[in-house]
């Protein structure tokens, strides 16, 4: 049965947000960033006046100034975002309880089901739009087709308020003509392998050997061309589902470019202590580290570690992260955002947490972490932590999260 799948992007999320909550903003040439103060703050979002400039996200806030004459900078207001992010999954769920987050803006969903009550997909896709515009003040762009990787296509390719229609049978036309990058999974680096391999459009990718894309790219190689032919089966994760956790991340793009080895542990200290305390939520201990590191230049790199010992130590991540960074990152430019990540997850049975054979510091880690985590959680997270962490300006108020489609393979 061919599926119906939306896909809603909240347009330019942060920015209309602002707009909303200080309607003298609306029109002007605004960004979102973590401080309008400081010459080096990262933008964090755009409106299209800006856009209009050539303003990017990620852009620093003196770039920017530089592209638009007349640019207004607010500060980001994180708990406005999360407000009107569950506001908008409130009329989503209204049609389906098949609804994917990615990321605070965007939700794939399935309503294959949903049709004989509410309409073809079109239809509850135009419905949808009308509600959140009218009940949150903002627009969206909806994307419907009978995949996800297409639906997301779909937003994409025309903003703002619009509903885009990619069909089964039709969609050669819209999508092979488009460049590689226009799909979800291929980032700057990939495109540029498939120029080397003289493949700039999705149509020819599509209509390469795949054989070749796996000797070229691996088991990647595949997946793009499964996407680009349509061959997406990932599903729309069911509202009570829950898929095994295979790692636990937390990432951020800091207010101002990292610099310094010290800047950047400082970093690392706030999101291994997020890290460690959905460890301990979920029962679960990492047997690893990975961390990504974006620069300046948005080019990212990820390196990761196995552990001896799994531990639920945030000191231990953070002590882990940093001697991983220093062995394998060459620190030539400067640092735009990190991710840290537990991997190689274990359940954290009786048995593990008695073994004789685990080094005592730690097991003093890991009780000194729980204690730690009963005390945030008891007095507030503000009560105990780092030496230093106060001190950490780079830090925005709130660490960036950012949910992963659980049906896709190897994100690029």
């Known amino acids: 049965m061919t599926r119906t799948i939306l896909h809603s992007d909240m347009n330019n999320c942060y ?211 499964q996407y680009a032919n349509g061959y997406d089966t990932s599903k729309v994760c069911d509202y009570y589902h829950r898929d095994k956790i295979k790692s636990i991340s937390r990432g951020v793009t800091t207010k101002a470019d990292l610099n310094s080895y010290d800047e950047v542990k400082k970093i690392f200290e706030e999101l291994a202590i997020e890290v460690s305390k959905k460890l301990i939520e979920e029962d679960l201990k990492a047997g690893g580290v990975r961390i990504t590191i974006r620069d300046k230049n948005l080019d990212y790199v990820s390196f990761q570690k196995v552990f001896t010992e799994t531990s639920i130590s945030a000191l231990r991540l953070n002590d882990k992260a940093m001697d991983l960074f220093k062995e394998r990152y060459d620190f030539k430019e400067a640092i735009r955002s990190l991710t840290i990540s537990a991997i190689n997850l274990t359940k954290n049975t009786k048995t593990e947490q008695l073994s004789l054979f685990a080094p005592k510091k730690v097991i003093k880690d890991d009780r000194l972490e729980k204690v730690f985590n009963e005390i945030r959680e008891k007095f507030g997270s503000d009560k105990i932590g780092y030496l230093g962490l106060e001190l950490n300006s780079k830090m925005p108020e709130k660490p960036s999260i950012v949910t992963l489609p659980s049906g896709f393979k190897n994100m690029i």
């Not at 419905?127 to 009940?135: D, N, V």
């Not at 025309?158 to 990058?181: N, R």
Request: glycine share 8%; hydrophobic share 40%.
């Open 15 to 225: 920015a209309s947000i602002e707009g909303k909550l200080d309607p003298s903003l609306v029109g002007k040439r605004l960004v979102v960033c973590g401080s309008v103060e400081d010459r080096h703050s990262i933008v964090l979002a755009k409106s299209y006046e800006a856009k209009a400039f050539g303003v990017k996200t990620g852009d620093s806030l003196f770039e920017a100034k530089m592209k638009c004459p007349g640019l207004v900078a607010v500060k980001p207001h994180y708990d406005e975002y999360f407000k009107f992010s569950k506001l908008a999954h409130k009329i989503y769920y209204s049609y389906t309880n098949q609804v994917e987050p990615f990321g605070l803006d965007e939700c794939w969903l399935d309503v294959t089901g949903s049709e004989k009550l509410f309409g073809s997909g079109e239809t509850i896709a135009h419905e949808i739009k009308e509600r959140i515009k009218k009940e949150l003040g903002i627009t969206v762009s909806i994307g419907v087709s009978y995949n996800k990787i297409f639906a997301k296509l779909g937003s994409d390719l025309k903003k703002p308020d619009a509903v885009t229609v990619i069909k089964k049978d039709d969609f050669k036309e819209i999508v092979w003509p488009l460049s590689t990058d226009a799909i979800i999974g291929i980032g700057s680096k990939t495109k540029k392998k498939l120029m080397y391999m003289n493949i700039n459009t999705l149509g020819e990718l599509a209509n390469t050997d795949v054989n070749l894309l796996k000797r070229k790219l691996g088991i990647r190689g595949l997946y793009l061309w």
